[in-house]
């Protein structure tokens, strides 16, 4: 059995991460509505995925005891359960809205930059790093690029790269293959689940509860 002080940490960080999605998410659907009344329209029809707070809290919840209980009280479960704790907070928002806010993925890549310099003992974060982080970045906005001339709407949203990169710069170059495929295969599971129940599928799908579920599941293993 692990220590019930676990629980009772877990319990009210899933509570404050709902709170703090909820009201993101409240002023996202705000932004969106604003531009849906200035006549701005979406360049593409976008599939959301519906995640309850209920969902967020025990996600959040569960992750934090089990980082606690494999790493201990110390800086670096701090860390992880703060970087879990984003992830799940921007899949919450993401697949609510569509969007990722630069605040959050922002926040992340920040926080990611600084767990870089605590890791290097010359505290400064390592030259092949930064490069993958900024390769994650570029990659996607590229593809993207060429996608929206060809064919006239979004492929990858700035979003998705920009949590891309910071992924890259949390868990290392080492992660991102396996982060990447990983969150391709949740994608298409889930784009076959979907297509079995609804005849007329949406043109793009948010990534970042993808991202968040692989990302999280690098952690509770790997870490």
């Known amino acids: ?35 849906r009344a200035h006549g701005v329209a979406e360049s593409a029809e976008v599939g959301r995925i519906e995640l309850p707070g ?17 790493l201990g009280a110390g800086f670096e479960a ?3 359960i703060t970087a879990s704790t984003l992830l799940w907070i921007m899949a919450f928002v993401d697949g609510r809205t569509a969007i990722l806010p630069d605040s959050m993925t922002g926040s992340f890549l920040w926080l990611a930059l600084l767990w870089q310099i605590h890791q290097n003992p010359e505290h400064i974060p390592s030259m092949e790093t930064c ?16 996608y929206r001339r060809c064919r006239r709407i979004d492929a990858v949203g700035l979003g998705d790269a920009k ?11 080492s992660a991102l293959g396996w982060i990447l495929v990983k969150s ?38 790997y870490v």
Not at 57 to 68: F, G, K, P, T
Not at 184 to 211: D, H, I, K, N, Q
């Open 1 to 35: 059995m692990y220590p019930l002080w676990i629980v009772l940490i877990a319990i009210p960080v899933g509570i404050l991460a709902f709170l703090a999605a909820t009201a993101s998410v409240r002023r996202v659907e705000w932004l969106l509505d604003q531009e």
């Open 163 to 173: 949590l891309l990169a910071g992924l890259v710069m949390w868990f290392g170059p």
């Open 78 to 80: 701090l860390a992880c």
């Open 184 to 221: 391709l295969r949740w994608c298409l599971l889930y784009t076959v689940g979907r297509s079995m129940v609804e005849e007329r599928m949406p043109v793009a799908l948010p990534m970042g509860p993808f991202f968040a579920v692989s990302a999280n599941i690098w952690m509770l293993t």
């Open 131 to 146: 490069l993958a982080s900024l390769g994650a970045f570029l990659v996607p906005v590229m593809v993207n690029a060429v």
């Open 54 to 70: 209920q969902v967020l809290i025990a996600l959040v919840s569960v992750s934090v005891y089990v980082l606690l209980a494999r």
